[in-house]
């Protein structure tokens, strides 16, 4: 029990002494700070409970052999695919789940995830369309051609909407492997007008096309120990789980269009002019970007349309997915980048049509290098030999390679919001390589395991690119709006992809505004940088869940997070701190010390009200002999009455004089006359727990500020007290000033009337040496105060 009195020692650093004081604590305690103990899985020889990969721990692979035929023509893309499927997991597969994403754009394959409409309050002719009952096929999708295994041997499959099934003739059994082939074809989309992450676009002022080549092959779907086949229908929402494997790609095109993807160009020196060639090889070495393409070299490409074909090779080893591009269109530049953690050499490269030129030619190169280097430095050293960004009006991530945007207006120049909002898009889809393309997270399931983690690092990574870049995500105060809106509007982070209403906020912003929260106010950075990084560290090239992000967060840094986690990510209360009230006390110095006398009546000693079965044996039982039995006086002080001994005096009571302080000292009286105690009421209106932070203002024009720990919501999560001394006159108190919590209501964040003090609180000495521990021991030690003798 700790003594109320105010000590004379409380002359802190801050120049203020705080008391917490706890209204009704028992009535008032939800669940906020317990753990998540049965919310998250069990722990099991594959995933430990510290969130690291266990001792079991396994994943299947796969490798592809891929060609492909573009006919621009046709706007055909033809397809034929060696894949190699290995069987790391302890069980036997009797069939194999592969993706066919580009059914989504087909009218009659899609996953037929309908989606209500309402009448419009304005449409576009051309978007315009008669409702078709039956729907007719719009003629996209995957048209499969012939399946195969290794010998050329039929193999039976059945599609499912966006999904394919391949029975194998054999059981898969553990640490085999299983080859077979596929030859396909689909029609490309034209992404602007039909959506969509790949398809062409189509530039009428010069009549060619850009094509983004994705999800354009069929894919193995993630065979995993918390899933089993993560097969779940591509509604066009939630992205991608893929096994990682080696790639070995050959791409037909046109003679004049240029080429790059996922991996390294194997046959450059084939492909390209003998200057393209030269150029190429100076910038492995360049420190700043060379166009390897010139701009020059793109327009004259524009209007000589070629009727040859080159072939493309490109290869890639240890990634999840494979994506190209090609176009005549394009300008091509690049430069060295070396990773400062691991020394890895890496070409930073970008590719972008002539509407681009004055944009990506500044900018966009080196926000690739900044990126991959900002991210190695938060995550882990980027291990891949290539990061591209290619300008397509969009903004997608893949293994070494994305798209994003950024067009300049006819005459060249760009506003700062268009250079901003290109600088971000590609900051943050070049930093998708880290999530999830390598530390590779199931976004069909959860989409904020990658877009949010990796909105996060965006937003550090935009901080040192520019100190004033206007971060749209991140900042605390950027989530406000969001976490304002009615509670049938909001759905738990921890929400499937498919179904969450505001996708943008709950995937993206509200995890990262979450993650810098932790870095900047519950963790400090130093503590949360480590536990972040040993995360990356742990599941590089690994299939993280949700529980090893937590436990790997709260294992690595000695802080019990999981009241965060439970708030924040599976809850949508909002924080809404409020100062409800600020009373005022000056210290009386004059008061007497009072002794305090503590009476222990023993007529009745404390007992059990029942007698259970095992005391009525312990006492029948010859061969138990009770301490008290070998001690007298105790037997006298407490067990005479329930031993039926001589009867205990009614009247006799043992008392306990306490006396703890004495006056203070005239001496002293000069230091503490100046004393004012401010106790602030607060409650916790929003319902989600966060620090409080308070700035206070004095009247000579000095400022304090104090940091309590969320934790002091722990035994009420609705209403704390906290009690500060100052030797100062306290003029205002700011609750959250640097809006670091996501406090949706700042508008009770204040306290600028200080009232007068309107009562007195006591001030003495504490007394020291024996008769102080004297006085404590008594409190503690009631039998012997009474009078025993030890």
Aim: aromatic fraction near 12%; charge should be neutral; hydrophobic fraction near 35%.
């Amino acid at each position: 029990m700790k003594f109320k009195s105010l000590l004379l020692s409380f002359f802190l650093p801050l120049g203020m002494f705080a008391q917490d004081v706890q209204n009704n604590p028992s009535s008032n305690h939800g669940n906020k700070f317990e753990q998540l103990g049965t919310m998250l899985p069990t722990p099991n020889m594959y995933r430990t409970a510290s969130g690291a990969p266990g001792q079991g721990y396994w994943q299947n692979g796969a490798d592809y052999e891929i060609s492909a035929f573009l006919d621009e023509d046709k706007r055909n893309l033809k397809g034929s695919e060696t894949v190699t499927y290995y069987n790391n997991s302890p069980d036997d597969l009797e069939y194999l789940w592969l993706q066919l994403d580009e059914n989504q754009q087909s009218s009659v394959k899609n996953a037929g995830y309908d989606g209500e409409s309402t009448l419009p309050r304005q449409s576009f002719s051309d978007r315009l369309r008669i409702t078709e009952l039956p729907k007719k096929d719009n003629g996209y999708g995957v048209n499969l051609e012939k399946v195969t295994d290794a010998s050329g041997n039929p193999l039976k499959y059945v599609v499912n909407k966006t999904m394919m099934r391949i029975d194998l003739p054999k059981i898969l059994k553990k640490g085999e492997k299983f080859i077979f082939k596929i030859d396909w074809n689909y029609n490309i989309p034209n992404r602007i007008a039909m959506g969509g992450r790949g398809g062409y676009e189509n530039f009428p002022e010069d009549g060619n096309d850009l094509y983004t080549i994705t999800q354009w092959y069929p894919r193995m779907c993630v065979y995993s120990d918390f899933k089993g086949w993560q097969n779940n229908q591509f509604t066009g929402r939630g992205e991608f789980a893929l096994a990682f494997g080696n790639f070995k790609v050959t791409m037909n095109v046109p003679a004049d269009h240029i080429v790059t993807g996922t991996g390294v160009g194997k046959n450059y020196e084939q492909v390209l002019s003998p200057a393209q060639f030269s150029r190429w090889k100076q910038a492995q070495n360049s420190a700043e970007p060379l166009e390897i393409v010139t701009l020059d070299e793109a327009k004259k490409a524009e209007k000589n349309k070629s009727k040859q074909r080159k072939t493309w090779i490109f290869e890639a080893e240890n990634v999840r997915d494979f994506a190209w591009t090609s176009s005549r269109k394009f300008i091509w530049d690049a430069m060295k980048v070396t990773i400062p953690e691991n020394g890895n050499q890496v070409m930073a490269m970008s590719l972008y049509p002539k509407e681009a030129y004055n944009l990506y030619r500044k900018f966009s190169t080196k926000a690739v290098a900044h990126t991959i280097k900002t991210y190695s430095e938060f995550t882990i050293p980027y291990p891949y030999p290539v990061a591209q960004s290619i300008e397509a009006a969009n903004g997608m991530e893949y293994p070494m390679i994305c798209f994003n945007y950024g067009r300049t207006e006819k005459d060249g120049t760009y506003s700062e919001g268009i250079k901003n909002g290109m600088i971000g898009v590609i900051i943050h889809e070049v930093g998708h390589n880290f999530f999830p393309m390598i530390i590779n997270s199931d976004e069909r399931q959860w989409s904020w395991m990658d877009e949010g983690l990796n909105t996060f690092v965006e937003y550090l990574t935009e901080e040192k690119w520019d100190n004033k870049f206007p971060s749209r995500r991140g900042p605390a105060h950027t989530i406000v709006d969001y976490m304002k809106l009615p509670k049938d509007q909001l759905e738990p982070i921890m929400t499937n992809s498919e179904n969450i209403n505001q996708f943008g906020p709950n995937a993206y912003s509200k995890p990262a505004t979450g993650l810098n929260i932790l870095r900047e106010t519950i963790m400090g950075r130093e503590l949360f940088d480590k536990a972040f990084k040993t995360y990356a560290k742990r599941w590089a090239f690994k299939h993280p869940e949700p529980a090893d992000f937590f436990r790997t967060m709260n294992d690595a840094s000695a802080e019990n997070l999981d009241w965060f986690w439970r708030g924040w990510f599976y809850g949508i209360n909002p924080v809404d701190i409020s100062i409800d009230k600020v009373t005022v006390a000056g210290p009386d110095l004059e008061a007497v010390p009072r002794s305090q006398d503590i009476t222990y009546n023993v007529e009745k000693p404390l007992q059990n009200s029942f007698e259970d079965i095992s005391k009525i044996r312990n006492r029948e039982d010859k061969n138990i002999t009770f301490y008290t039995d070998k001690d007298k006086e105790t037997q006298d002080f407490y067990w005479r009455y329930d031993r039926g001994m001589e009867k205990v005096d009614n009247d006799k009571k043992y008392a306990v004089k306490i006396e703890n302080t004495e006056k203070v000292p005239e001496k002293d009286k000069a230091k503490l006359q100046n004393i004012t105690a401010y106790q602030i009421d607060f409650s916790n209106k929003g319902g989600l727990v966060m620090p409080i932070i308070l700035e206070f203002t004095f009247e000579d024009g000095s400022k304090l500020v104090d940091k309590s720990s969320a934790q002091i919501w722990r035994k009420n999560e609705q209403k704390v007290s906290k009690t500060y001394y100052f030797d100062k006159k306290l003029k205002s108190i700011q609750l959250d000033p640097m809006k670091e919590t996501a406090d949706i209501d700042t508008s009770n964040n204040f306290w600028g009337e200080i009232p007068v003090p309107s009562s007195k609180f006591q001030v003495f000495k504490q007394k020291t040496g024996d008769a102080a521990r004297g006085a404590a021991q008594e409190r503690v030690n009631p039998m012997q105060a009474a009078g025993k003798k030890n």
